[in-house]
């Protein structure tokens, strides 16, 4: 069976690669690493609205953790994102989705 494609790879070069590296200008190469955090509570009727202040306020703490601990490590804080409310089922879980606002 012959192939349509253009011509066969050096085969024996890719197995003998010279390596080289180039000095980065930064740290971290690409988009800034996200952090996102989803608040997350139990859906059923009573649970959830005894809880709404407890979740916000466990947020708040993670959040209030990971923006003052945890760094690029070229030093530059990570990028953390929270979503816009809690999610206590499907259809609150798609809404957290990125990107959900634009639908």
Same mark, same amino acid.
Not at 53 to 72: F, G, H, I, N, R
Not at 85 to 98: D, F
């Given at each position: 069976? @012959?192939?349509?494609?253009a011509a /066969? ?9 010279? /390596? ?7 740290? +971290? ?15 059923? /009727?009573?649970? !959830? *609205? ?8 466990? %947020? *708040?703490? %993670? !959040?209030?953790? +990971?923006? @003052? ?8 804080? +990570? ?5 816009? *409310?809690?999610? !206590?089922?499907?259809r609150t879980?798609? /809404? ?7 639908r």
């Amino acid at each position: 069976m @012959s192939c349509c494609c253009a011509a /066969r790879p050096d085969f024996a070069r890719l197995a003998n690669p010279v /390596r080289s590296f180039q000095d980065a200008n930064q740290a +971290v190469l690409g988009p800034i690493p996200t952090i996102a955090i989803t608040p997350v509570s139990d859906g059923r /009727r009573g649970a !959830y *609205e005894d809880n709404v202040a407890k979740t916000w306020a466990m %947020v *708040e703490k %993670v !959040y209030d953790l +990971v923006t @003052s601990q945890v760094t690029l490590p070229d030093g530059r804080p +990570v990028r953390v994102v929270v979503a816009p *409310e809690i999610v !206590y089922g499907a259809r609150t879980a798609a /809404r957290a989705q990125p990107g959900a606002d634009q639908r």
